[in-house]
């Protein structure tokens, strides 16, 4: 069913819908107040009020976060490196038979 057959069958009237514009009568409230109070601000209205991208992770965060998980691995790839030549050489390399 086509947009305007659906009006017509509902009663409604069409609306224009424009981008940045508000329509003289503030959607059906007595003031701009009322209307933001109830309604909040039009998609367009939000995308004029947001603040710049907020600046990226400081370079010594990504620095410290980087060297832990390095550290973790590095420490668990040790850890199972002794671990796997304990188990398949045992006390062998010690020198003791």
Known sequence: ????ECEKTNGLEPV???????PEDQF???SE??????RGLEDWELV???SEPQPGVFAW????VGSVIVGIVVFALTAYGI???ISHYGL?????H
């Open 61 to 64: 965060l990504r620095t410290v």
């Open 1 to 4: 069913m086509k947009e305007e």
């Open 33 to 38: 107040e009322e209307r933001r109070k109830s």
């Open 83 to 85: 671990y796997y030549i």
């Open 92 to 96: 062998t390399l010690l020198g003791d």
């Open 28 to 30: 059906g409230y007595t």
């Open 16 to 22: 224009g819908h424009r981008w940045g514009s508000q």
């Open 48 to 50: 004029e009020r947001m």
